[in-house]
């Protein structure tokens, strides 16, 4: 049954737990009706990647199309209580990336790996292996570092994924070259569930450390990052995440006190 979506600066963002999100996300994978059914995705939505998404027209339309877009980040859970919406809990790609790794677990399963660099995959690989030895790596692939990918590398990227033919490809690029990659590719790719999970892979693989319960439970996730990355994530911590908020300050003065709560479409947010 679907649950609701809420508006947040113009993107339908599901007010369901962690929990429902996992559930949708097993009933994709557990889903036989349509064998040929390929290229379900979710996003992953917090203050910097909205706020960037409205000068990307393509990031703008890859989140638009997600068939499940998550709050990530404390600035979507505050944007919803400015607003009097329902969004209680943060949804991260590593709770996404957790659960998945859990559920195909009991059953089997199997993972493609797209992204990051050879030897933080190879730590996945080995640490996958450890905790979860019923899912099987069937490939991993660390891309050429460029802005964009040429059509060629494209198409070997997608022709080598359908070769392993996986239940499960995580991608991890960083926002917006992610989204955007699974949005242009999405409908050649053989997986029931196309996963933008970022930094997730450096968390998993322990390059980078994974914050503390007491940072993630206050909202504060993003602080030991800048901290240790002050050069790269000044700007979307200082500058984005402001400018969000002062942008559902000025929808929630515009639309009155009423919250922005609308149905899911279809497939945008399906909790069992």
Known sequence: MPT???????YQVTTSNHLECLDLIDSWLDDKRDEGQRGRYFVCANPHSLEVARKDGEFSKAIAAADLVV??????????????GNIRERVTGTMLFLGVCRALNVGGGSFYFLGSKEATLDRIVKRLAAEYPNIRVVGTCSPPFAEEFSAETDNSMVENINRANPDVLWVGMTAPKQEKWIFRNRNRINARLLGPI????????????????????????WLPRLLRQPRRL?????????????????DRRS?????????????????R
């Open 198 to 221: 970022g930094a997730a892979f450096d968390f998993y693989a322990g390059t980078v450390k994974y914050p503390s319960p007491w940072f993630r439970e206050h909202g504060l996730e």
């Open 234 to 250: 000044w700007r979307r911590n200082l500058v984005s995440g402001p400018m969000f908020l002062a942008r559902v300050l000025l």
């Open 4 to 10: 609701d979506t809420e508006r947040i600066t113009g």
């Open 255 to 271: 639309a009155g006190s009423k919250p922005h709560n609308n149905a899911a479409r279809p497939g945008a947010g399906v909790a």
């Open 71 to 84: 709050p990530d980040g404390f600035g979507i859970v505050l944007a919803s209580r400015l607003s009097k």
